[in-house]
């Protein structure tokens, strides 16, 4: 049974691995970054959000969450890099 089950996946992942190798490294790094670069936009056009409901009405730019997920998103760009 696992014969016959594998021979009628192994066209279909022969195709598969052909078409992922056709695409370029470079390319799926820059739509990787690209989503991480559109997402810290999209953080960055949102309102201000304050932790604690706006219980402080200076907002100083250590509340603002906004930052922290700018934050976020850069760490996860680097460890992409690096790994």
Not at 13 to 39: C, E, H, K, Q, Y
Not at 61 to 67: A, F, M, P, S, Y
Request: proline residues 5%; glycine residues 6%; positive net charge.
């Amino acid at each position: 049974m696992k014969n016959i089950i594998g021979g009628l996946l192994a066209p279909f992942s022969d195709f598969m691995f052909t078409i992922i190798n056709a695409i370029p490294l470079w390319v799926v790094r820059a739509f990787v970054f690209g989503i991480l670069l559109a997402l810290a936009v999209w953080v960055f056009r949102m309102s201000p959000q304050l932790p604690a409901a706006g219980e402080k009405k200076s907002l100083g730019w250590l509340q603002d969450l906004r930052v922290f997920a700018i934050a976020v998103l850069m760490l996860q760009a680097a460890l992409y890099i690096i790994f």
